[in-house]
């Protein structure tokens, strides 16, 4: 009996991650921008990820390897904000259209900045140029 | 300078002093800082100019070359010719995978007198609980051997062929232009990030402990040197990326690159290579076996355990780093 | 019902699934019109993958199998944060480059027009 009663705990965990993960697939196509489409991806890292190996963990062989499939929630729940935290650098960084349909507050990244100025040098050069060659 | 004790250091380190992490991220930044833009050479200019010539040119060539020569419909026959053959080769494939035998059937081919001789007498024989590692490491150590010394020549040329030092703007027109210019993608990296570094202050222990639990396991669970080394590898390399180069040159350079696979190699290689003068024949080991499932036990497979872990684990940075930067 | 029989089921279902969305995020990962959006959606298979292998774990009845998934798991974390570092540092390369170009067209415009 109590056999059974893993199982159906199981069973609930393990379909409630499914469906988690199912949420998150479904928002990657169903977002427009980079940068949205990563929230929905955040839902297979966190809910999806931890209900699965719960359900795992209730179930498995013996202690131990329970134990570790509990150690890959902690993991990923360490590392997978970083991972965002640094694509969403990216997105932001490489995305010149951004302001068109988000908001980023400037003159954080010092980088950035640096880059902005070369930016702004290089359409001042074309400026100049297509002004000279106009008249 | 007692400061520039590496002992001192460490102590700072572990103790977690006040201003030790910043003190030595301050050093990181100011070798690593990017450059100013605002500094710039004629030769630098010309050769950035170069290369984004070369490159408008390879497009523009790319896109006359697929419009003068392909019409739209023998596009498209391409497109779907692309898919046919991609979908025909999973299909063989998954056919072939279906012909297999069964997982684990009794009736394979694999299941012959040799692998039973390994199971019924492997443990016996080796002390190694792992069949694979007493495998590896004990009745075919000298090809594991081999295997250790391909990595290390791998490791080797790449280091010739792509290693920037002093010497090489003389010889190498590449180099001359990189020193020239030395503005690559690595030095606009995003550094220092304050998150990736606190998160990698508490992954980059771990990584390497599983790593050594790996190893060190080698012949009691599956595992061993190979991928205890490659999780280690990996350890170094997060390490890298959170924290820099010139921090990490501070714990490992050329040299002790240099020094550590070679003293793995020449442990491993004089505990081994007597089956060139024996015709690979085996010896009678003095070295006890051991209780099987014991941390100290099976002879000598720990020590080439241990051997090939650094091996791998060094080749594997290596390769990182001289791809990534072109010095380690 | 025997109660084997019931995780084969469940567990050979849950694999179905993972593998469909697998696929779904390789769709994406090749569609992505950004760079980010491939790299976002390598991460998703990631996950996906470590809940596939830790799955594994009770299909085989093999404890070792979970030390793979959580390094499955850490490799993935490398190949996101590596492949967004040096994406950002190429980006950055580039512009400096065009920085470089538009700088000496001016100096070019200046002696012409001199």
Known sequence: MSEWIRFALTAAFVLAGLAFCCVGVFGLFKFKYAANRMHAAAVVDTM????????????????FSGLKILLVIVFWWLSSPVASHLLCRLEITTDEQRGEYMTVHRGTLLQERLAEEAAAQDETGNEIETKEEQA | MAKNNWLTRMNDWLSDEEGALERTMEAAQEQ????????????????AQEELEEEKRIEARMKDWTEKTASPAARVVYNLMCVLVCVTMIGLLLYTVTALPAFGDPNHPINNEVSARYIEKGLQETGAVNIVTGMILDYRAFDTLGE????????????????????????????????????SDTYYEPKNDIILQKTATILVPIVLLLGVYVVLNGHLSPGGGFSGGAIMGAG?????????????????????????????????????????????????SIIPLGTPGAILSSGLILVLNICVGFIVTCTMYCFYAVFRKGEL | MSIDLAYQVLLGLALAVLTVLALLCLVRCIMGPRISDRILAINVIGSLTVIMVALTVLLLGEGYLADIAL???????????????????????RKHEEALIAERAKAQGKEDAQ
Not at chain 1, 50 to 61: D, E, K, N, R
Not at chain 2, 237 to 255: N, P
Not at chain 3, 80 to 92: A, R
């Open chain 2, 148 to 183: 250790s010394s391909v990595l290390f020549t791998a490791a080797m040329v790449v280091l010739f062929l792509l290693r920037k030092d002093k010497e090489s703007a003389k010889y190498s027109q590449l180099a001359k232009a990189m020193e020239d210019n030395p503005h």
């Open chain 1, 48 to 63: 999806g990820i931890s209900l699965c190996m719960l359900g795992f963990a209730i179930s498995a062989p013996d202690l």
């Open chain 3, 71 to 93: 390094l499955y798991a850490m490799l993935s974390f490398l190949a996101v944060i590596l492949l967004s570092k040096v994406y950002t540092g190429i980006y950055y390369e």
């Open chain 2, 236 to 284: 170094l390399i997060l390490y890298v990326t959170a924290f820099g180069f010139a921090k990490m040159r501070r714990f490992f350079t050329y040299k002790t690159y240099q020094r550590i696979v070679l003293v793995a190699l020449l442990t491993y290689a004089i505990s081994k290579c007597y089956s060139f003068y024996t015709g690979a024949n085996h010896i009678e």
């Open chain 2, 32 to 47: 690593e800082a990017a450059p100013d833009i605002e500094q710039l050479t004629p030769a630098e200019i010309r050769w």
